[in-house]
């Protein structure tokens, strides 16, 4: 893929095509709508908690895209598993096909807490959550790929840091992972994200389903961060390498470029199940990245998860 992707240029017509954004209310999530609003797709869902923040994003949106498509504030709390049933059940009720779904939201280098259910607030958000909110989708993206010409898509938002994943990969004891640093906990969470999104092209071939590294950028996702002394010299040190990590932007609209290609590129130039750097650049990851093994078992983890729950 070449590095010269111009979202206003590259991006063909999405005419008819219904989209979901995760954490469309800043930062990349918020980027990646303004691009794919440009291309007429039926309309897009920016899947955020906070109805303030993300009724002024669509307003900010509509105004530096003037023919942008009909945008809508979906309310979601990926630290719950009511709140996502409830996203899931809304969209459904409205939408009867789900053409792209981008689950981009995420946190990191939060200090340790449990989600409403109990898990690693890191792991619990950007894998737990993301991972029912796909789970409850899956009959509509399914159906929506019966359709003639269908082209359905998951781009699930990973991250260089899963290198920095525990030894052992993931760590499925929750009260364990008190013991481990900030950044190990963010690098499972990462690592779950791309694992996921293998089992996913395994289990679900009529899907398009990757796993992207948007590229070292700083956005809102820092804002906890910034709070902590030893955790923003761990910022600091992240930040010098910065500028030799895969995919270097100053802001959000590099940063939302591989995503937003992900979302939109012709559906031959992508691998099922495969992760990708900046720009559209197919990457190996770490060696727990490529084991299949673990891919399975994260899987099988999760779903009994979600069967305590009733899911």
Known sequence: MSSKFKPATDIPSLAGKVILVTGGNAGLGKQTIKY???HSPARIYLA???????EAAIEDIKREVPNACPIEHLPLDLTS??????AADTLKSKERRL?????????MALPYSLTKEGYEI?????????????????????????????DVRIVNLSSIGHYGAPSAGVIFEQPALEQHSTWRRYGQSKLANILFTKELATRYPEITSIAVHPGAIITDLYAGVRTNFIMNIGLWIYSLFTPILPGHFKDPTGGALTQ???????????KN???????????????????????????????????????
Do not use: C
């Open 48 to 54: 955020a908690r906070t109805a303030s923040k993300a």
């Open 260 to 270: 937003t290609w992900g979302a939109s590129t012709a559906k031959e130039n992508l």
């Open 273 to 311: 199940g495969a992760y990708y750097v900046p720009i559209g650049k197919l990457a190996q990851g770490s060696a727990k990245a490529r084991d299949d093994g673990l891919a399975k078992k994260l899987w099988e983890y999760t779903e009994t998860e979600f069967a305590k729950h009733g899911y």
């Open 36 to 38: 794919l609003a440009q």
């Open 99 to 107: 053409d792209i779904l981008i689950n981009n939201a995420g946190v």
């Open 81 to 86: 598993f009511a709140s996502i049933a409830t």
């Open 122 to 150: 890191q792991f619990g958000t950007n894998h737990m959550g993301h991972a029912l909110f796909t789970k409850l989708l899956m009959p509509v993206l399914l159906e929506t790929a019966k359709t003639p010409d269908a």
